[in-house]
């Protein structure tokens, strides 16, 4: 599997690590009761297709990336910087 | 139909020609009393227990594809009980206690083989943490014996002992470790439930859970509708899955393990070998093969195959603890879908659903448990009380921090076990 980081081009697998599905990116209030806490940190849709998950390219550039791709297929679609994503969620 | 020395050696005379099926192929009925999901090792050995332990009969275990399709059926079938935290240590102990008298139960040949695991070290720091893993071991009444290098050296001479980067220190020998005849376990287990009118369904796949007022009342299947007073999932990575047909969400990301067999080859591996620090463990097999594997390929997949970076990893884990390894050629590798719990631990527990239960999250580690989590969920389902060696695997752990059991002290989090 090779992964298209927007700043270094495509990349072996072997140089980002892996932090999993892109719920980082929507970190509850500090506030927030039990469940939504639980619901960040462990529950997961698992989804057995496509998937966004969050990759940092610890080998390359250093960016956090939010990769869309597929469990089943191996297949990647994209990637984008995660700051980029966050800023569209706002 | 039972299986014996004399029934063997009839049938061998008499041109095989008396054995029957180990399992009817019955159509689904309308309605049972417990229906589970899933027809893996996980699942079958609930089922038999619910009929052995519990005289309950009308019952349905519902396969979407052939029984022991799954992980049960391709994995590196090891046996053992070395397990450090309270919680796992007397669950997997209940466990080997079952598996050492699994054939006499079930009348079949598991090819259970008691050959010894030993887990190697690699330095005064390891050898102190496996010492006090060796103290829970014989605390929980199980069997663990510190070897020095020299010990080692007698039982695995093979090994590369004066290696730069890893050089053997000794290892923790749990001689009650071994191996078992993976697919036998889930025919076992199959025929014995079958036996006891438990009816086995192949082909069929629930597509939905049906649930009024927070009450289980059913399955939707591609077989129809079959209404039942209490369900049981036991998926394993397809865990997410199912529970979402419930309105859940699960602490469970799949991921893919791989494994590797050799050729056959004449006997060479005579116990299990784990060495951690390279992430890698091999078991001879008794048709020759090498079967061995090592760490998760480390990001959530459903592919049932894996990447190349992991093949080499573990192919260089190999090289450096046995190069002699290096003379053998792979004949085929393969991915299994674990579903893998923040904590590492497994989850047998009841849902917020009423009559809807759930056995998942055993990681890479779900095949010596298959016995004790039958066991285990078994009485769960039946009884509605958590039985007392599996009392501490909650789905709660999670949500309220408390008991969880992080047996590599890495953190309870998704991606570090």
């Given at each position: 599997m090779r992964l298209p980081c927007p700043i270094c081009g495509e990349r072996d697998r072997r140089e980002f690590y892996y932090q999993g599905e892109a719920v980082a990116l929507d970190r509850p209030a500090p506030d927030a009761d039990e469940r939504a806490w639980d619901d960040y940190l462990h529950n997961r849709d698992n989804p057995a297709g496509e998937t966004r998950d969050l990759w940092y390219h610890d080998g390359g550039c250093g960016s956090w990336l939010v990769v869309h791709r597929n469990t089943i297929t191996h297949e990647v679609y994209s990637a984008e910087l995660a700051r980029d994503v966050k800023g569209r969620m706002k | 139909m039972r299986f014996s020395a004399l029934r063997v050696l009839k049938e061998g005379l008499t041109g095989n020609k008396g054995w029957t099926p180990h399992w009817r192929d019955p159509q689904p009925k309308d309605e049972y009393d417990i229906v589970i999901i899933g027809g893996g090792g996980h699942g079958l050995s609930t089922a038999y227990?619910?009929?052995?332990?519990?005289?309950?009969?009308?019952?349905?275990?519902?396969?979407?594809?052939?029984?022991?399709?799954?992980?049960?059926?391709?994995?590196?079938?090891?046996?053992?009980?070395?397990?450090?935290?309270?919680?796992?240590?007397?669950?997997?102990?209940?466990?080997?206690?079952?598996?050492?008298?699994?054939?006499?139960?079930?009348?079949?040949?598991?090819?259970?083989?008691?050959?010894?695991?030993?887990?190697?070290?690699?330095?005064?720091?390891?050898?102190?943490?496996?010492?006090?893993?060796?103290?829970?071991?014989?605390?929980?009444?199980?069997?663990?014996?510190?070897?020095?290098?020299?010990?080692?050296?007698?039982?695995?001479?093979?090994?590369?002992?004066?290696?730069?980067?890893?050089?053997?220190?000794?290892?923790?020998?749990?001689?009650?470790?071994?191996?078992?005849?993976?697919?036998?376990?889930?025919?076992?287990?199959?025929?014995?439930?079958?036996?006891?009118?438990?009816?086995?369904?192949?082909?069929?796949?629930?597509?939905?859970?049906?649930?009024?007022?927070?009450?289980?009342?059913?399955?939707?299947?591609?077989?129809?509708?079959?209404?039942?007073?209490?369900?049981?999932?036991?998926?394993?990575?397809?865990?997410?899955?199912?529970?979402?047909?419930?309105?859940?969400?699960?602490?469970?990301?799949?991921?893919?393990?791989?494994?590797?067999?050799?050729?056959?080859?004449?006997?060479?591996?005579?116990?299990?070998?784990?060495?951690?620090?390279?992430?890698?463990?091999?078991?001879?097999?008794?048709?020759?093969?090498?079967?061995?594997?090592?760490?998760?390929?480390?990001?959530?997949?459903?592919a049932s195959r894996g990447n190349l970076p992991m093949k080499e990893h573990v192919m260089e884990a190999g090289m450096t603890l046995m190069p002699m390894i290096g003379k053998a050629k792979v004949l085929r590798s393969w991915g299994g879908i674990m579903d893998m719990t923040p904590d590492g631990s497994p989850i047998i527990d009841k849902t917020d659903i009423d009559g809807l239960y759930i056995d998942c999250g055993w990681c890479y580690g779900g095949f010596k448990a298959v016995p004790g989590s039958g066991f285990s969920f078994a009485h769960l389902m039946a009884t509605d009380n958590h039985h007392a060696p599996a009392a501490k695997y909650r789905l709660d752990r999670f949500r309220t921090g408390y008991g969880l059991m992080d047996e590599e002290g890495t953190g309870s989090q998704h991606n570090l076990h």
């Open positions: - | 227990y619910l009929a052995k332990n519990h005289g309950l009969r009308n019952i349905a275990v519902l396969e979407k594809g052939y029984l022991g399709g799954g992980n049960v059926g391709r994995n590196t079938t090891i046996v053992r009980a070395n397990y450090f935290l309270q919680g796992n240590s007397e669950f997997y102990s209940h466990s080997l206690k079952l598996w050492e008298n699994l054939e006499e139960d079930l009348n079949y040949n598991v090819m259970h083989s008691q050959r010894g695991l030993i887990n190697l070290f690699h330095s005064d720091g390891q050898r102190d943490a496996f010492v006090r893993r060796g103290n829970s071991m014989v605390n929980q009444g199980d069997d663990a014996i510190l070897l020095d290098r020299e010990g080692v050296r007698e039982h695995l001479p093979y090994l590369d002992f004066e290696q730069t980067r890893f050089p053997i220190y000794g290892g923790l020998y749990h001689p009650r470790g071994g191996t078992a005849r993976h697919d036998a376990v889930a025919w076992g287990y199959a025929r014995g439930a079958d036996e006891r009118g438990v009816d086995l369904i192949q082909n069929c796949e629930v597509t939905g859970i049906d649930i009024e007022n927070g009450k289980v009342k059913g399955v939707q299947t591609t077989r129809g509708a079959i209404k039942a007073k209490k369900v049981g999932i036991v998926v394993a990575g397809r865990s997410g899955q199912v529970a979402a047909m419930a309105g859940m969400r699960l602490p469970i990301e799949s991921h893919v393990l791989q494994a590797f067999v050799t050729e056959g080859l004449k006997p060479v591996i005579d116990h299990v070998v784990s060495f951690g620090m390279g992430h890698f463990y091999i078991s001879q097999s008794d048709k020759g093969g090498l079967v061995f594997g090592g760490d998760l390929d480390f990001y959530s997949s459903y």
